[in-house]
């Protein structure tokens, strides 16, 4: 079936550094990745969709500067999320659409020091 | 805008019980519904993926149906087990982007 690779599983960092949060499809071309955040016993709001090759489009009150996404290859999108501060602290999931419809990576607990 | 809502919110039951969730969407011009499972600190199992053609799908102890025009679908868990504690959401395509939109989760825990 259908695999969504996300890395790192967990990451702590300082306030005012960068993380980047990888999402892989394995097994097939992911021709539309998003990106959800999640905050405890919530569920999941989307902050943005990346198709391969262009720009993403990103949910309103999601800040695009702070929160970049690049889908260089039908099979990798990444997300960073700059200059972290401790509200940046939540737990993000990205998601891939081929034919087998959605698959979700296993998500990235972030917390920022 | 399409909202997705989910009852109960929680819900707890001694193993062995049959139970129901439930997801109501305010817009019925969905494409499909999907139903979530997820674990505590993980990603999300796809469950069931109902088509707008179809009332109903079936995958082991697991049943969902789906009407449209009332902006409803069911999840029916059999026979329900310690193993099927988690959260359990459903979601519905929105926009020409596909995106999904979430409904607000039920969580749910089996007791032995």
């Known amino acids: 079936g259908a695999v969504v690779s996300q890395h790192p599983s967990w990451v702590i960092c300082k306030s005012g550094t960068s993380v980047k949060i990888e999402c892989r499809s394995l097994d097939f071309q992911a021709t539309t990745m998003f990106w959800y955040r999640q905050f405890p016993k919530q569920s999941l709001m989307l902050m943005a969709t990346?198709?391969?090759?262009?720009?993403?489009?990103?949910e309103q009150g999601v800040e695009k500067d702070k929160f970049l996404i690049n889908h260089a290859s039908l099979t990798l999108s990444t997300l960073t999320v700059t200059s972290a501060h401790p509200e940046d602290s939540s737990f993000y999931i990205c998601?891939?659409?081929?034919?087998?419809?959605?698959?979700f990576g296993s998500g990235t607990r972030l917390t920022v020091v | 805008k399409q909202e997705v809502t989910q009852i109960p919110a929680a819900l707890s039951v001694p193993e062995g019980e049959n139970l129901v969730l439930n997801c109501s969407f305010t817009?019925?011009?969905?494409?499909?519904l999907q139903w979530f499972r997820q674990d505590p600190g993980k990603g999300l199992t796809s469950l069931l993926l109902?088509?707008?053609?179809?009332r109903e799908q079936t995958s082991g102890r697991l049943n969902a149906s789906l009407d449209k025009s009332s902006g409803r679908s069911t999840l029916y868990i059999a026979a329900s087990q310690p193993g099927d504690s988690a959260t359990y959401l459903c979601?519905?395509?929105?926009?020409?982007?596909?995106?999904?939109?979430f409904g607000t989760g039920t969580r749910l825990q089996v007791t032995l």
């Open positions: 979601a519905v395509p929105t926009g020409t982007a596909s995106k999904l939109t």
């Open positions: 998601s891939a659409t081929g034919a087998q419809g959605y698959t």
């Open positions: 990346s198709n391969e090759g262009s720009k993403a489009t990103y």
């Open positions: 109902i088509q707008s053609s179809q």
């Open positions: 817009d019925s011009a969905i494409y499909n």
